[in-house]
């Protein structure tokens, strides 16, 4: 029998999560369906029950749910626990199981995508929420020089930043306080893209080669990474990457087969601009 699984999130509609899965399904000959479920704000946890309910095996989290996602599942896995926030749920009996595969993601995209090495580099990391939170461990496990969240709230990034105290390497800032300070690699794990918005960046941040990446993904660039290039990045890259490499984790934790993410990111790159990992959009 067909099994269901979907991704929940507010808005949704933009998501290419199942097409994603459907050419997981296909090359692993696993049989699924993967559909879209649009959450409202305060209806996050009944949404997910109703899914369920009606045969559901496991869903992925995106915008805003993830640390809600986290409070509901009953069993967490290290990445999970270590995050404090959760995008792959997968029911199991009565219990649901809560993991974080977008850390494993990202870093996977850096480093074998767009063949970035993160050790000994300078990180930014901005934002303070669910997003941060779930690929905070593991770029910090990449061993950067220099692990930088700035946050709006600097009290959020703070916290985030006290995890990895005793490390020397890890710290918080307001956008104001990174004036006079250069980085490597800058992610946005900000929703602002999703608004079209900007974060308050000083002039003057992205050392020689810098790559700028948003953790968002669209057809074009997003507000960020065309800023990013009129301010001295070298290289601009979005999530769809990321996408990708965490939902094979994903897949993996649902199905126990691994598939190959290479074909199926092709397939993505090739349906859109051809601006990714470009110095110019």
């Known amino acids: 029998m067909t099994d ?4 929940v999130g507010n808005p949704v509609a933009h998501s290419v999560s199942p097409l994603i899965h459907a050419q997981f399904a296909l090359q692993t000959g696993e049989d699924i369906d993967y559909v ?18 009606s045969g559901g095996k496991g869903v992925n989290v995106t915008l805003p749910f993830k640390i809600e996602a986290y409070r509901l599942a009953t069993r967490l896995n290290p990445a999970a626990q270590q995050a404090q926030a959760v995008n792959t749920l997968k029911f199991e009996g009565n219990d649901i199981i809560g993991d ?37 461990a593991p770029l910090f496990a990449q061993k950067p020089a220099v692990l930088m969240i700035a946050n709006r709230t600097l009290a959020r990034a703070q916290t985030l930043a006290d995890s990895f105290e005793r490390s020397g390497c890890c710290a918080a800032a ?11 690699l800058v992610i946005n794990a900000t929703s602002a ?24 993904y669209a057809a074009e660039p ?34 126990g087969v691994c598939p190959d993410t290479k074909p199926v990111l092709e397939k993505l790159k090739g349906e859109r601009p051809d601006w990714r990992n470009a110095g110019q959009p």
Not at 36 to 53: H, I, M, N, S, T
Not at 174 to 184: R, T
Not at 223 to 247: N, T
Request: proline content about 4%; glycine content about 12%.
């Open 174 to 184: 307001s956008y104001e306080a990174l004036a006079g300070s250069q980085f490597d």
């Open 100 to 136: 974080n595969t977008d850390g494993r993601g990202l870093t996977r995209d850096l480093e074998v995508n767009l063949g970035f090495a993160i050790a000994g580099r300078r990180v930014l990391l901005m934002g303070a929420g669910g997003a941060a939170q779930g690929v905070l």
């Open 222 to 255: 997003t507000l960020f990474l065309r800023s990013a290039l009129a301010c001295g990045a070298a290289r601009i890259a979005d999530g769809i990457g990321m996408l990708v490499e965490q939902a094979a984790v994903s897949f993996q934790v649902w199905r």
């Open 36 to 53: 879209k479920l649009l959450a409202p704000l305060d209806g996050f946890a009944e949404c997910v029950a109703q899914f369920r309910a």
């Open 193 to 216: 893209s999703v608004a079209g918005a900007l974060p308050p960046l000083p002039p003057r941040l992205y050392a020689s080669g810098a790559l700028a990446y948003d953790m968002m």
């Open 4 to 7: 269901h699984y979907a991704v």
